[in-house]
């Protein structure tokens, strides 16, 4: 793995960017390779983020209620997609209080990576961040998830094994190649940007989802190479 240290931290409390709110703080990361050779831009990597932090409460008076908040961890932009089914990225639920949280954090080289820490309520709550620190942990590749699972076995106008053949797919197919989904994996799982390797058109990038269709990136995929029977290589992070 390529030999790298964060270098930069920058810290922007939110009155600086929303000076209505006092709730919430935006960390942003970036770094550099203490190596340039070692300068992988598809690279991303983890990055363990440790907050000491406080939530002070406005008390609404009103017994169980009273003065309790909770703070929420939102990765605002990330070094590659990772959706919540059907929408949205990974959050994190935090206690209004601790002095060593930690929180994992997916990071590119020579890319920003913003983690926007929230108290709620909203209007009656305070955000104190008093220290963070990051340190690179591991390549993300080191944690994937790897499945095989062959195309659907359809044959018919517009699919042969599963894979997309011509243009007879309406409405217009979102790119050349194309297969079935056919798998007990929750489709929800799938999202743009996640990459698939096929027996011979080898790794692709999903670049659309339409129901049980999924779409990829580069030239229209061999129906007898790449289809059913041959399994395909998800890579789930």
């Known amino acids: 793995s390529a030999s790298l240290q964060l270098l930069r931290f920058r810290l922007f409390q939110q009155a600086l ?19 340039p050779a070692d ?22 008076g009103v017994p169980l209620i009273g003065n309790r908040g909770v703070v929420n961890a939102t990765e605002v932009k990330v070094a590659i997609p990772k ?12 206690p209004p209080r601790h002095q060593h949280w930690h929180i994992p954090l997916t990071h590119r080289l020579g890319e920003p990576s913003v983690l926007s820490v929230t108290g709620y309520p909203e209007e009656r709550t305070t955000l104190q961040v008093f220290s963070c620190n990051a340190r690179l942990s591991a390549p993300d590749s080191l944690f994937e ?8 076995n359809v044959t018919n106008a517009e699919w042969k094994n599963g894979i997309a053949v011509g243009s007879q797919n309406q409405p217009e197919p979102p790119s050349k190649a194309g297969f079935l989904f056919d798998d007990p994996l929750p489709q929800s799982l799938l999202i743009p940007g ?36 041959h399994a395909i290589k998800l890579r789930i992070k």
């Open 83 to 94: 959706g919540i089914p059907f929408e949205g990225v990974f959050s994190y639920g935090m």
């Open 194 to 229: 996640m990459m698939v390797e096929f027996a011979q058109g080898g790794a692709r990038k999903i670049v659309a989802l339409r129901g049980r269709e999924v779409w990829v990136t580069g030239e229209a995929l061999d129906p007898v190479m790449d289809g059913y029977p």
């Open 145 to 152: 998830l790897t499945r095989e699972t062959p195309p659907q």
């Open 17 to 35: 960017i929303n000076p209505q709110k006092a709730n919430s703080v935006n960390l942003v990361f970036s770094s550099n390779p203490l190596n």
């Open 39 to 60: 300068a992988v831009a598809s690279s991303t990597y983890y990055v363990d983020v440790e907050l000491n932090y406080a939530l002070t409460v406005k008390s609404t």
